[in-house]
């Protein structure tokens, strides 16, 4: 398949964007702590590849500095009303530099079937992201 064009947005509409990807190369299921927490599921892409439309001023930012790290790996961005993590945003050399990890649930027609056959669990609660955890049942 080939990267299309998904529109994106929280609950309310406050927050919207647009990203090119390719779903078929898989998303994410994350274990550490902030996404076992909200059941994060989402992808990665360079930031070249999103653009914010609307609702700059509605975003809210959170970040957390894990135990023992000199910074934060990931900005989460969500709306200020309905509260909805739209995208996080970081740096990673491997992925190119800037990147979103867009927020599979705010885009809007995506294929349910490619989506379900796309998961590929990570052991991030142990920095291993080229592994599953030994538990998945809650992510």
Request: proline content about 4%; hydrophobic content about 35%; glycine content about 8%.
């Amino acid at each position: 398949m080939a990267k299309r064009t998904y529109q994106a947005s929280c609950h309310c509409g406050a927050v919207r964007y647009e990203v090119d990807v390719d779903l078929s190369e898989g998303t994410m299921r994350c274990n550490c702590s902030i996404c076992a927490k909200a059941r994060a599921w989402f992808r990665p892409v360079p930031a070249k590849d999103v653009r914010l439309l609307s609702g700059a001023k509605m975003l809210a930012d959170y970040h957390w500095l894990p135990p023992g790290r000199k910074k934060s790996n990931l900005h989460y961005r969500f709306c200020k009303k309905c509260g909805v993590r739209a995208f996080a945003q970081g740096y990673w050399k491997e992925l190119g530099g800037k990147f979103y990890a867009i927020a599979i649930s705010t885009l809007e027609g995506a294929d349910a079937d490619e989506l379900a056959g796309s998961i590929r669990y990570v052991d991030g609660r142990h920095d291993r992201f080229d592994g599953e955890p030994q538990d998945t049942r809650l992510l």
